[in-house]
């Protein structure tokens, strides 16, 4: 038995868990405003081209229009002034699209917290706990958030909400050795954090480092700390900066 045929068998015998860590994508998904002096993102809607109908009489289907960073989605390094010269998402190695997770579990934080920030410190006390981060993997950041989704108002909970602090941003981007960053808020970075120095540094540092993010994540409670693989599929726009893409876990039970 080859080594993906084993993976199959182990599926489908419920050995290896699939876990889904991607969020209904609908008109009610949250999206992220920024000043009215900006560009401004558009949120999903599908629109019926038809349905059984005299306009299509055996079939259904719709349009959709959406911006590319809306719901679960992989922010490409092309996404940021610091990455503009970098691959957009169509030029992502697809192997890279796979890779083994750690998840550190701040929720508790979070709770007592809204904008608590992770530091290099609570690092590097999950790896005393838990081992070295995976070489190539994704470092998931749990906050609980994903309890929010749906109510868009507590979600966005008016630009306060957890994220990275900038050194340790900063220490992710240049001196780790993960991929990217997955989140269950809004965007990779804080609520408050264009009001940091610099600005939205996951964006800053990560995206300017050819790293990756993943935001809007749900479900990591089910992951555990270590052992998890992720399979993050963007769709492969042709210069496109990032695009909504699912987001699934292996998980041996």
């Given at each position: 038995?080859?080594?993906?045929?084993?993976?199959?068998?182990?599926?489908?015998?419920?050995?290896?868990?699939?876990?889904?860590?991607?969020?209904?994508?609908?008109?009610?998904?949250?999206?992220?405003?920024?000043?009215?002096?900006?560009?401004?993102?558009?949120?999903?809607?599908?629109?019926?081209?038809?349905?059984?109908?005299?306009?299509?009489?055996?079939?259904?289907?719709?349009?959709?229009?959406?911006?590319?960073?809306?719901?679960?989605?992989?922010?490409?390094?092309?996404?940021?002034?610091?990455?503009?010269?970098?691959?957009?998402?169509?030029?992502?190695?697809?192997?890279?699209?796979?890779?083994?997770?750690?998840?550190?579990?701040?929720?508790?934080?979070?709770?007592?917290?809204?904008?608590?920030?992770?530091?290099?410190?609570?690092?590097?006390?999950?790896?005393s706990e838990h081992g070295a981060l995976p070489v190539g993997g994704w470092l998931l950041y749990r906050t609980g958030w994903d309890t929010r989704s749906a109510d868009p108002e507590a979600f966005l909970n008016g630009g306060s909400s957890p994220g990275i602090s900038v050194d340790c941003a900063k220490w992710i981007a240049q001196e780790s050795v993960v991929l990217g960053v997955g989140v269950e808020?809004?965007?990779?970075?804080?609520?408050?954090?264009?009001?940091?120095?610099?600005?939205?540094?996951?964006?800053?540092?990560?995206?300017?480092?050819?790293?990756?993010?993943?935001?809007?994540?749900?479900?990591?409670?089910?992951?555990?700390?270590?052992?998890?693989?992720?399979?993050?599929?963007?769709?492969?726009?042709?210069?496109?900066?990032?695009?909504?893409?699912?987001?699934?876990?292996?998980?041996?039970?």
């Open positions: 038995m080859t080594l993906l045929s084993q993976l199959a068998a182990a599926v489908a015998e419920g050995q290896i868990e699939v876990v889904d860590l991607t969020a209904p994508l609908s008109s009610h998904t949250p999206i992220l405003a920024l000043p009215d002096n900006f560009g401004q993102t558009w949120p999903f809607a599908l629109t019926e081209i038809s349905r059984y109908d005299e306009r299509g009489p055996a079939w259904y289907w719709n349009n959709i229009t959406t911006g590319e960073h809306t719901g679960t989605h992989f922010d490409a390094p092309i996404h940021w002034v610091t990455g503009q010269d970098a691959d957009d998402v169509s030029q992502v190695p697809s192997q890279r699209l796979v890779a083994p997770a750690a998840v550190l579990d701040f929720s508790a934080q979070a709770a007592a917290d809204p904008d608590f920030l992770l530091e290099v410190e609570h690092i590097k006390a999950w790896e808020t809004v965007g990779t970075d804080a609520g408050a954090a264009h009001s940091f120095d610099p600005p939205f540094p996951c964006h800053t540092f990560l995206l300017g480092a050819n790293k990756y993010g993943l935001t809007q994540l749900q479900n990591l409670s089910q992951l555990p700390p270590t052992g998890a693989v992720v399979i993050a599929a963007p769709l492969p726009i042709v210069g496109g900066s990032g695009s909504p893409c699912r987001v699934l876990a292996l998980v041996q039970r």
